[in-house]
């Protein structure tokens, strides 16, 4: 009789593990159903942080197709493939829950042109050529004059010290500032001079206190435009900045 109730318990367990062992498998396959569905098929893809690169060149560098399951994208692939592009400066893809990837795109910031072997080429703040150009067509960033790079490539960094001190002025513009540049010439390693779009020229001078000089840079273009001075040069030599009112 025992041994009859041991085995009649024997079954039994057997079967209750069967029964879970079935129940923990048809969990898994709805779960991998569930995650395989449309629900989870990309329906926004959300570009953040872009501003020389549109949203359609980042989604085509990308490569993520109109409609895929978030779970089957690889985001390391989609990093790796915009890294490859010499205006990405940082790339950082997630999933957002339920049906949405999020690109957010730190660029590199083109800071000027300078004139090459073979025409001109735009430089970030490493000195990394961006672009190169035969011509120039529409300047958005000023150009660097006083010094004529060789033969360089798309992704080269230049290194020349003048070039090197100027770059480190013109990265700590604020952006207005910088677009309201039109060229920057290095007649000598002690002599910057720095022109806006409006002909007022700027004697930054050598390569001393090279952020001061470019936040009093902003400082004092917004002065200018704010009282509508006519204003012939502002020398920034010396501790307290001389401003020198046009003739008229």
């Known amino acids: 009789m025992q041994t009859a109730d041991r085995l ?10 069967l029964v879970a062992w079935l129940a923990a ?11 395989n569905s449309t629900y989870f098929t990309v329906g926004t893809v959300v570009v953040e942080g ?8 980042v989604l085509r560098i990308a490569g993520i197709p109109e409609r895929v399951n978030i779970f089957r994208l690889k985001t390391a692939e989609i990093t790796d493939r915009l890294m490859h592009d ?3 400066a940082e790339v950082k893809v997630e999933r957002r829950f339920p049906a949405s990837i999020v690109i957010h795109v730190k660029e590199r910031q083109p800071l000027a042109f300078v004139a090459s072997q073979y025409g001109f080429v735009e430089i970030d703040r490493q000195g990394v050529v961006m672009v190169a150009l035969k011509n120039l067509k529409q300047i958005k960033v000023p150009v660097i004059t006083g010094v004529r790079l060789g033969n360089v490539y798309v992704g080269d960094q230049v290194n020349n010290p003048g070039l090197s001190n100027v770059l480190t002025y013109l990265a700590a513009l604020d952006e207005d500032t910088l677009n309201n540049l039109s060229e920057v010439n290095i007649k000598s390693p002690d002599e910057i001079i720095a022109y806006t779009v409006n002909s007022v020229h700027i004697r930054v001078g050598d390569s001393q206190r090279l952020a001061e000089k470019a936040r009093l840079t902003g400082e004092i273009l917004q002065e200018i435009t704010t009282k509508k001075m006519a204003v012939e040069y502002v020398d920034l030599n010396y501790t307290s900045p001389i401003i020198k009112i046009r003739d008229r």
Not at 8 to 17: E, N, P
Not at 25 to 34: E, G, Q, S
Not at 50 to 56: D, L, Q
């Open 8 to 17: 009649r318990a024997a079954r039994q367990q057997r079967a209750s593990r």
């Open 25 to 35: 498998l048809a969990v898994l396959i709805a779960f991998f159903l569930f995650i």
């Open 50 to 57: 872009n501003k020389y690169i549109t949203v359609e060149e």
């Open 86 to 88: 010499l205006r990405v």
